[in-house]
């Protein structure tokens, strides 16, 4: 598949900085808020987050819908992964319009992201065309956060620069995916997740 290049960069992410903004300065609302549910605060019949397709297929592990820890609203999204290494559990958001994300123009994926553990395991997430279409990132090591200090929530804002003359999809999707590298059970946490245009 080819790549195309866009920017992706990674402001305050626990890999990047010793000293990561306080997440007291960030915020889930945002005018030209792109995603749906991001705050997981409106659930499903079956008690997911609305919204969300839940990707937990693979053996001891799940994604849950919490409300202990939260950094914003009443609800955060939690990964409980007890698998041995090499695993993958992700949630995805479909059927966001082409129209949504506009070509020549920078965007932010920020929220506030909590591990117990460190090392080990990588937070990371796709923006691309639905289906894994072009544009697609299609390397998600190039979004790798990797928290540095353990049970505290830590901000993060990832700016999405499309180039100009981009050929826009029908509909975009939104992954956030979980690896793990490690046999010991490990728990992520997210909140407030949101993708707007750059402030």
């Known amino acids: 598949m080819r790549r195309l290049a866009f920017v992706l960069l990674c402001v305050g992410c626990g890999s990047g900085s010793s000293t990561p903004p306080d997440a ?3 915020t889930d609302t945002y005018p030209d808020e792109i995603l749906r549910n991001g705050g997981f605060e409106t659930l499903d019949g079956s008690g997911f987050a609305a919204e969300w397709n839940n990707i ?3 053996p001891d592990g799940a994604i849950s819908v919490v409300t202990d820890p939260h950094r914003f609203g009443t609800h955060a999204l939690q990964w409980q992964i007890d698998a041995v290494d090499g695993w993958e559990y992700f949630i995805m958001q479909t059927a966001i319009p082409g129209t949504a994300l506009e070509a020549g123009k920078t965007y932010e994926l920020s929220g506030a992201y909590m591990f117990d553990h460190l090392g080990d395991i990588n937070f990371t997430y796709a923006v691309r065309g639905q289906g894994g279409t072009d544009p ?3 390397d998600l090591s190039d979004a790798t956060v990797i928290a540095s200090q353990v049970n505290t929530w830590e901000p993060f804002r990832y700016e999405i620069a499309i180039p100009p003359g981009t050929t826009l999809p029908a509909n975009w999707e939104v992954v956030i995916d979980v690896l793990k590298f490690t046999a010991e059970p ?4 997210l909140d407030g997740l949101s993708l707007h245009a750059k402030p």
């Not at 490990?186 to 946490?189: A, D, Q």
Request: aromatic share 16%; glycine share 0%; net charge negative.
């Open 136 to 138: 697609s990132y299609d």
């Open 24 to 26: 007291d300065a960030f």
């Open 56 to 58: 937990d297929t693979n």
């Open 186 to 189: 490990l728990t992520v946490s």
